[in-house]
């Protein structure tokens, strides 16, 4: 079978790094006939939306629908506002596409230093409900320019959408044999939207009878990752409180440039897409600093998606290789490589397997 893949490399350092994923990706498929694959480059970013006012064609969503995966970057310029990227081009992927799983593997390699001192290996799974929730354009604002100026904004739970990001986590818990579930809520204060939450994870934990589920309120729950990021293994959360722990678990692992994430659609009726958590970093772009690792990393999910776990265990372990070796480290894990030099090294390792 010959994947087609979509490639966003976006903004910033977005091209920096995807070069270095597609790199590998090509390696995987030198070294392994079985695996073919034909990109299309899809460049719908800031400079295509102060050309065209708009972040992609207006068919631009019918024109990812046929691929297989789309292989994204990251996208944010200081010329363009700040939500235009995101609401203009990774929301209608995402909600289009029903990627309403984001999922993001917080996983300390050997030989990477966390800022704290964990007892053991960390190593968990943020599973982020990734279509709805707070990340919402409902709402408004109300006299503005008077000093009574007000907003609003709504946050949309449904039913539906909480069971079906739960099923999934639970499912992956059942597999993989892990005991507890950590439910990340706040219903004690956000008495509506969090309670349905809450209400919805219970009633798909039910058919798991094996698996304990373990509601934590979100402030007490980014305590105990700081206190002891070990004991975690899968935490199920909003739209927003998946944000924000995520980048927490980033912190706790290395930082963003070695965080990747997946926006999967379960059913497959549309493609999935994978992306590092980091955003474009306009303060290091254009000068090879950026870890690369993010991005590679969000190809090994990708391909595990497409089926080839195979090919994505042999990308993990020459990241292993590359972190524990730390010849060819970028400066955010204090080495002097550039980022291509970090790919060129994974990409070694990969035919050296
Ligand atoms: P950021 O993730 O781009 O950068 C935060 C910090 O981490 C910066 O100091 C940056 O240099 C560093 N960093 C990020 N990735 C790195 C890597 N691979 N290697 C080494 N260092 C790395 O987040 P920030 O600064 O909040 O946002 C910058 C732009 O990116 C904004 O326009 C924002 O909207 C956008 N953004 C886009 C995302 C996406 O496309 N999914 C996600 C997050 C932010
Ligand atoms: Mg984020």
Redesign the pocket.
């Known amino acids: 079978k010959t994947y087609h893949l979509a490639v966003l490399p976006?903004?910033?350092?977005?091209p920096e790094?995807v070069n270095e994923g597609m790199k590998v990706v090509q390696a995987l498929s030198e070294a392994d006939s079985s695996f073919q694959f034909e990109s299309t480059t899809l460049e719908w970013n800031s400079e295509y939306y102060l050309k065209h006012n708009r972040m992609m064609p207006e068919n631009g969503l019918s024109i990812l629908e046929n691929y297989d995966a789309i292989y994204?970057?990251?996208?944010?310029?200081?010329r363009v506002p700040?939500h235009i990227?995101?609401w203009e081009l990774?929301m209608p992927i995402r909600k289009n596409f029903h990627q309403y799983v984001n999922l993001r593997p917080i996983k300390q390699l050997p030989g990477v230093k966390s800022p704290i001192h964990a007892k053991g290996l960390i190593d968990f799974y943020v599973y982020r409900e990734n279509a709805e929730g707070e990340y919402s354009n409902s709402g408004g604002r109300l006299y503005q320019g008077t000093s009574d100026e007000l907003a609003i904004q709504n946050t949309v739970i449904t039913k539906k959408g909480v069971e079906r990001l739960a099923r999934y986590a639970f499912e992956y818990a059942e597999k993989t044999g892990v005991k507890k579930v950590v439910n990340a809520t706040k219903s004690n204060a956000i008495i509506h939207s969090m309670n349905l939450w809450d209400e919805s994870v219970k009633s798909v934990a039910a058919s798991f009878p094996e698996i304990e589920v373990e509601d934590t309120y979100i402030d007490a729950l980014a305590a105990h990752l700081v206190q002891r990021p070990e004991t975690f293994d899968v935490i199920v959360a909003s739209n927003l409180f998946g944000d924000i722990l995520s980048d927490l678990g980033a912190a706790l692992v290395g930082?963003?440039?070695l965080s990747p994430s997946a926006n999967l659609n379960p059913e497959r009726n549309y493609p999935s897409m994978f992306?590092?958590?980091?955003?474009?970093?306009?303060?290091?772009s254009g000068k090879q600093?950026?870890?690369?690792?993010?991005?590679i990393w969000s190809a090994a999910l990708m391909l595990e998606h497409l089926g080839r776990e195979d090919l994505a265990s042999i990308v993990m372990k020459a990241i292993e290789n590359v972190v524990n070796e730390k010849t060819a480290l970028?400066?955010?894990l204090g080495g002097t490589a550039r980022t291509f030099e970090t790919g060129d090294a994974i990409v070694q390792h990969i035919h050296k397997q």
């Open positions: 976006g903004d910033g350092i977005g790094v994204f970057g990251a996208v944010g310029d200081p700040e990227p995101i990774i930082g963003l440039g992306e590092p958590i980091h955003g474009s970093a306009p303060d290091i600093t950026a870890n690369p690792i993010a991005q970028t400066p955010d």
